[in-house]
């Protein structure tokens, strides 16, 4: 229990300043000072306190309890991932939950801006495809879905990145999706004020702040895990700024794709990294 | 392949002759998910829908009346009941009994809407759906045909032959209709314009899970 307290805790913390990172290299990059590295740590704990309001057309209780789903979705994947090593598929189908909360959080509301984010999310599931073809590939790779047996593979025969790269393009993809300000980031395009968190305000932000920032230093810490084997915790820390530094300098100099051509570039890159795969395999 | 490869160690099973249902934690995640969705959907009400009015200033409340939200609300139930059933069964046949009344189900909770633009969505996923049940069945009764059985507890011992992989990507192809994910979700997303934000969720989430449980049952034949 503790240990998973303890997790959940990094877990809070350090995504939450990769976040304040990310939106720091964005500013640096388009020659704006920027927020502080902390101001999205302080920006999560000040919602928790701030009043919160329920619009009169939410649907109830779901427009509340679709926010506690999401918190305590992401504290299962801290404890299958970095706690358990457990299975891979797991962090899938808790990926696929967050995408139900996305697209349930702005359809609650009944606000016209959630509602077109709650329809993008659903186009938006092209986003899975990739992943999907990454965990498949891993799978065919190491004969194992779990996480401890992935990391076992990669210390005897050395990092997926180097024997499947393609996969690791393609989970690279989801990150890049699920970065703020993300060329693929039709969801919270700002024509849609804040997609499907317009209508989330005082300790329902915070949660869904809280579990951003988890869901974004899981995604990096399975990203790490899985192709670049057995990390100490120095290394992790290292990957994860650099990542963030790499998404954070590709979303500042790229504008947000219309939801078509989003789709159709993440169905088609997804394609032909699954197919160069599979033949690399093969041979 | 084994269960535990997939879905981390077995927790227990349920021995019903040749068929045995088997829980392990991926399986008990989705199961348990699914029945909290369900009930939140059973207790939920549904929202207003705030729509601008064309040639005015002022708003449309869109609502789901009375009627509608009964059979809506029951149809929802019964799909995450299905769902959740879909999670745990360890028997091929009943799994892709579950994938066609889910797409069925899909289809019910939004047909009685009256927009058209909603309905037009569902006809069309209903076309697919329909079209793609028979390589659904069809790649089970080939798989059931080439090896005698259809626990998955005893196909994932059996090595996969030319025919099972020809079942098993049949059986893909079922699966990718009727849940109408990608490439068949475009048919499906205008559904989602529809009030009734609790009952729509469960079309997604439907679709979803059964894609993951999908993959589990299709690497324990396959491999």
């Given at each position: 229990?503790?240990?998973?307290?303890?997790?959940?805790?990094?877990?809070?913390?350090?995504?939450?300043?990769?976040?304040?990172?990310?939106?720091?290299?964005?500013?640096?990059?388009?020659?704006?000072?920027?927020?502080?590295?902390?101001?999205?740590?302080?920006?999560?704990?000040?919602?928790?306190?701030?009043?919160?309001?329920?619009?009169?057309?939410?649907?109830?209780?779901?427009?509340?309890?679709?926010?506690?789903?999401?918190?305590?979705?992401?504290?299962?994947?801290?404890?299958?991932?970095?706690?358990?090593?457990?299975?891979?598929?797991?962090?899938?189908?808790?990926?696929?939950?967050?995408?139900?909360?996305?697209?349930?959080?702005?359809?609650?509301?009944?606000?016209?801006?959630?509602?077109?984010?709650?329809?993008?999310a659903v186009l938006s599931a092209a986003?899975?495809?990739?992943?999907?073809?990454?965990?498949?590939?891993?799978?065919?790779?190491?004969?194992?879905?779990?996480?401890?047996?992935?990391?076992?593979?990669?210390?005897?025969?050395?990092?997926?990145?180097?024997?499947?790269?393609?996969?690791?393009?393609?989970?690279?993809?989801?990150?890049?999706?699920?970065?703020?300000?993300?060329?693929?980031?039709?969801?919270?395009?700002?024509?849609?004020?804040s997609g499907f968190e317009t209508e989330?305000?005082?300790?329902?932000?915070?949660?869904?702040?809280?579990?951003?920032?988890?869901?974004?230093?899981?995604?990096?810490?399975?990203?790490?895990?899985?192709?670049?084997?057995?990390?100490?915790?120095?290394?992790?820390?290292?990957?994860?700024?650099?990542?963030?530094?790499?998404?954070?300098?590709?979303?500042?100099?790229?504008?947000?794709?219309?939801?078509?051509?989003?789709?159709?570039?993440?169905?088609?890159?997804?394609?032909?990294?699954?197919?160069?795969?599979?033949?690399?395999?093969?041979? | 392949?084994?269960?535990?490869?997939?879905?981390?160690?077995?927790?227990?099973?349920?021995?019903?002759?040749?068929?045995?249902?088997?829980?392990?934690?991926?399986?008990?995640?989705?199961?348990?998910?699914?029945?909290?969705?369900?009930?939140?959907?059973?207790?939920?009400?549904?929202?207003?829908?705030?729509?601008?009015?064309?040639?005015?200033?002022?708003?449309?409340?869109?609502?789901?009346?009375?009627?509608?939200?009964?059979?809506?609300?029951?149809?929802?139930?019964?799909?995450?009941?299905?769902?959740?059933?879909?999670?745990?069964?360890?028997?091929?046949?009943?799994?892709?009994?579950?994938?066609?009344?889910?797409?069925?189900?899909?289809?019910?909770?939004?047909?009685?809407?009256?927009?058209?633009?909603?309905?037009?969505?569902?006809?069309?996923?209903?076309?697919?759906?329909?079209?793609?049940?028979?390589?659904?069945?069809?790649?089970?009764?080939?798989?059931?045909?080439?090896?005698?059985?259809?626990?998955?507890?005893?196909?994932?011992?059996?090595?996969?032959?030319?025919?099972?992989?020809?079942?098993?990507?049949?059986?893909?192809?079922?699966?990718?209709?009727?849940?109408?994910?990608?490439?068949?979700?475009?048919?499906?997303?205008?559904?989602?314009?529809?009030?009734?934000?609790?009952?729509?969720?469960?079309?997604?989430?439907?679709?979803?899970?059964?894609?993951?449980?999908?993959?589990?049952?299709?690497?324990?034949?396959?491999?």
């Open positions: 229990m503790a240990d998973i307290l303890i997790n959940v805790f990094i877990a809070f913390l350090a995504g939450s300043l990769l976040l304040g990172l990310h939106r720091k290299i964005m500013a640096r990059v388009q020659k704006r000072p920027g927020p502080p590295i902390i101001q999205h740590l302080l920006h999560s704990l000040k919602f928790f306190f701030k009043e919160t309001a329920f619009p009169k057309t939410v649907s109830m209780p779901f427009y509340i309890g679709i926010v506690f789903i999401l918190a305590a979705i992401w504290v299962v994947g801290v404890i299958v991932g970095p706690v358990a090593h457990g299975s891979l598929l797991i962090l899938f189908g808790v990926y696929a939950v967050y995408k139900i909360v996305e697209h349930n959080s702005g359809s609650s509301s009944g606000s016209p801006y959630g509602k077109a984010s709650c329809v993008r986003t899975e495809l990739p992943l999907f073809a990454a965990i498949v590939l891993v799978y065919l790779k190491t004969g194992s879905m779990n996480i401890g047996d992935i990391i076992s593979y990669q210390a005897t025969n050395g990092p997926l990145i180097f024997s499947i790269p393609l996969a690791a393009i393609m989970f690279f993809l989801l990150l890049l999706s699920k970065s703020p300000y993300s060329p693929f980031g039709i969801t919270k395009d700002k024509a849609l004020v989330h305000f005082g300790f329902l932000r915070g949660f869904i702040m809280f579990s951003e920032s988890i869901s974004w230093y899981v995604m990096l810490w399975v990203f790490l895990t899985i192709f670049f084997g057995p990390l100490s915790a120095v290394g992790y820390l290292i990957g994860m700024i650099v990542l963030t530094f790499i998404t954070g300098f590709i979303n500042s100099t790229t504008p947000i794709l219309n939801p078509n051509h989003s789709v159709m570039t993440q169905i088609t890159m997804g394609a032909v990294c699954f197919i160069g795969t599979v033949v690399m395999i093969l041979i | 392949m084994d269960f535990v490869t997939l879905g981390g160690n077995l927790l227990g099973t349920i021995p019903l002759g040749d068929i045995v249902l088997y829980i392990t934690p991926l399986s008990l995640f989705l199961f348990i998910v699914l029945l909290v969705f369900t009930l939140l959907i059973a207790i939920s009400k549904t929202e207003t829908q705030v729509e601008a009015t064309l040639m005015k200033l002022s708003n449309t409340n869109v609502k789901v009346g009375k009627k509608e939200f009964k059979q809506r609300r029951f149809l929802s139930v019964i799909c995450g009941i299905a769902s959740a059933g879909a999670m745990i069964t360890g028997d091929l046949f009943n799994f892709t009994l579950f994938m066609a009344l889910i797409g069925i189900l899909n289809i019910g909770i939004v047909s009685a809407v009256k927009q058209t633009t909603v309905l037009n969505s569902a006809y069309q996923y209903g076309l697919i759906a329909m079209m793609c049940s028979l390589p659904l069945f069809g790649g089970a009764s080939i798989i059931l045909a080439s090896t005698g059985t259809l626990s998955l507890a005893v196909l994932s011992q059996m090595p996969a032959t030319p025919m099972v992989v020809f079942g098993a990507v049949l059986m893909l192809l079922g699966i990718l209709g009727e849940s109408g994910v990608a490439p068949f979700f475009a048919s499906k997303a205008e559904m989602f314009r529809t009030p009734g934000s609790p009952f729509i969720v469960i079309i997604h989430l439907s679709s979803l899970f059964i894609i993951v449980r999908a993959v589990e049952i299709l690497l324990l034949v396959l491999w």
